[in-house]
């Protein structure tokens, strides 16, 4: 099962609020599936988006979901779609590299930002998702913060988000363990 059969059967599974096979329909418009998660870090390779965000729903449910208090449609929601914002985000480019064993410049593909909806990271996957379904508090807020102190200066804000909203926390937990634990060898450009 590839990443994109395996988000698309998590989302269809747990997600049914109005509007999210709306959002389904226009994800599939998009490059989401094939764009990478970074430019140079986590996932940076084709699908890594998509990569990211299942492996981010998957700790999020392992490490975090309680069955007595946590909704899994919003686990979901949150997990799928924090980083909706790199949706048409980057395109490949090249630049010259120095091959170290013949000494020749030779062109390699890499990932360029080209940001023509500068939103901001959290900020812009919520406006996006709610072009389409309405996000709860709770949701919004922990796809707004996930990032954590990553996302700015926003040290007294995002301390009573978090106080207010433990969901905030458990996305930024599942996305720091994804990020820097679960997929440190998917950095190629090209590697599926």
């Known amino acids: 099962m590839t990443a994109k059969d395996e988000f698309i059967k998590i989302y269809t599974e747990n997600i049914s609020r109005d509007g999210s096979d709306r959002l389904l329909e226009w994800l599939e418009k998009t490059d989401f599936f094939t764009a990478p998660a970074s430019s140079k870090y986590h996932c940076a390779c084709e699908c890594g988006l998509v990569m990211h965000s299942v492996s981010v729903f998957n700790t999020l449910m392992e490490k975090h979901f309680d069955e007595e208090t946590d909704n899994p449609e919003s686990f979901a929601i949150t997990a799928l779609l924090h980083d909706l914002c790199k949706a048409q985000f980057y395109k490949v480019s090249t630049r010259n590299v120095k091959n170290e064993q013949t000494g020749q410049w030779e062109k390699v593909p890499y990932y360029a930002i080209e940001d023509s909806f500068p939103y901001g990271h959290g900020e812009k996957s919520v406006f996006l998702i709610e072009r389409f379904m309405r996000l709860k508090i709770d949701e919004a807020m922990a796809i707004r913060w996930h990032m954590g102190e990553f996302g700015g200066d926003n040290g007294m804000t995002i ?15 599942a996305d720091l363990e994804s990020t820097y634990l679960r997929e440190k060898n998917t950095s190629a450009v090209n590697k599926h």
């Open 159 to 173: 301390s009573k988000a978090y106080e207010k909203y433990p969901l905030a926390v458990k996305l930024h937990l």
